[in-house]
């Protein structure tokens, strides 16, 4: 889906970390509780998507482990690395899942917001609902029923983020710019 396109080094390096404080923003601050603790319903996952589509899947990904990693540490005390690499792992596949290429030229279509959110919806579900928790148990030695109940709810709520916020964004972000062929020269 991405295509791959010459990037300025110093601009990518500045991105990660303005995208990186924004994801911790976000998620200390602009988040909704859940039942289950520990758990909540990231908006910082919708704004990646933006990020990652812009930025591609390298940036995306940088970006995210940081911005989650800043804030495990300021929230916790301590870094959850099972949680923080699906982050960088779901800053790559959306990077990935967003033709950048296209996005820059000023298209999103409905095809390519279906394909996206498919591709979305099972990245979540498989890095949250399985990949995090079964980390978890096996590293932090953490009770099964507890982190796959938090990996699920997780799941749901990063999929919900990514497919609402997500895709408004990067919808909104393709109308703003100028479609190639478009300008044409006055006579």
């Known amino acids: 889906m991405a295509t791959a396109t010459k990037r300025n080094p110093v601009k990518t390096v500045v ?5 990186a404080a924004i994801i911790l923003i ?8 859940t039942p289950v603790p520990n758990t909540k319903l990231q908006t910082a996952y919708g704004f990646l998507a933006l ?9 995306a990904g940088v970006a995210a482990f ?3 990693f800043l804030n495990d540490v300021t929230q916790y005390g301590t870094a959850w ?36 959110n498919v591709i979305q919806v099972i990245a ?6 399985v990949v995090a928790p079964s980390i978890d148990t096996a590293v932090y030695a953490e009770p099964t029923n507890k982190v796959y109940l938090q990996g699920i709810v997780a799941a749901i709520g990063n ?27 006055e006579k």
């Open 51 to 59: 990020f990652a589509g812009i930025f591609g899947p390298f940036a």
């Open 15 to 19: 991105a990660i970390g303005i995208g």
């Open 26 to 33: 976000l998620m200390r601050f602009v988040m909704l509780p």
């Open 124 to 129: 979540n579900l498989i890095l949250w609902g």
């Open 159 to 185: 999929a919900l983020s990514v497919g609402i916020i997500g895709t408004v964004l990067l919808a909104v972000y393709a109308r703003t710019r100028t479609k190639s062929g478009a300008l044409e020269l």
């Open 81 to 116: 690395f099972s949680w923080i690499s699906c982050s960088a792992l779901l800053g790559v596949v959306l990077g990935y899942a967003v033709d950048g290429k296209k996005l820059l030229a000023g298209y999103f279509t409905v095809k390519q917001a279906i394909i996206f």
């Open 66 to 68: 940081i911005g989650h």
